[in-house]
Nanobody, 122 residues
Framework: QVQLVESGGGSVQAGGSLRLSCAAS????????MGWFRQAPGKERDIVAA????????YYADSVKGRFTISRDNAKNTVYLQMNSLKPEDTAVYYC???????????????WGQGTQVTVSS
């Protein structure tokens, strides 16, 4: 069974920064990428960013492009999300996922972390 554990969430003021981490127990055989998603209360869970396991292909949602950076450390089986210039609308629970990326986008798997709360105040 694959386990994903997120950490690094917290409360910051607008314009601040946070760095999220997601440690995977192993790479699922069917997965070629990992993604970060976020979900606010009453809202859909939407993709934020994704990175291939090889680390050479990236995706960012338009809402975070230029502010967030996804990276990975395969030696630690960990993916990171550096979040800068945070806005109140970034407030959500952030989840990582071990899924698949294609030319059509990222497809989430059923391998999810437990989530980590990010709260951005005005």
């Amino acid at each position: 069974q694959v386990q994903l554990v997120e950490s690094g969430g917290g409360s910051v003021q607008a314009g601040g920064s946070l760095r999220l981490s997601c440690a995977a127990s192993r790479r699922p055989f069917s997965s070629n990428a990992m993604g970060w998603f976020r979900q606010a209360p009453g809202k859909e869970r939407d993709i934020v960013a994704a990175i291939s396991w090889s680390g050479d292909t990236f995706y960012y949602a338009d809402s975070v492009k230029g502010r967030f950076t996804i990276s990975r450390d395969n030696a630690k089986n960990t993916v990171y999300l550096q979040m800068n210039s945070l806005k109140p609308e970034d407030t959500a629970v952030y989840y990582c996922n071990a899924g698949r990326g294609t030319s059509h986008g990222y497809t989430a798997s059923n391998y999810w972390g437990q989530g980590t709360q990010v709260t951005v105040s005005s």
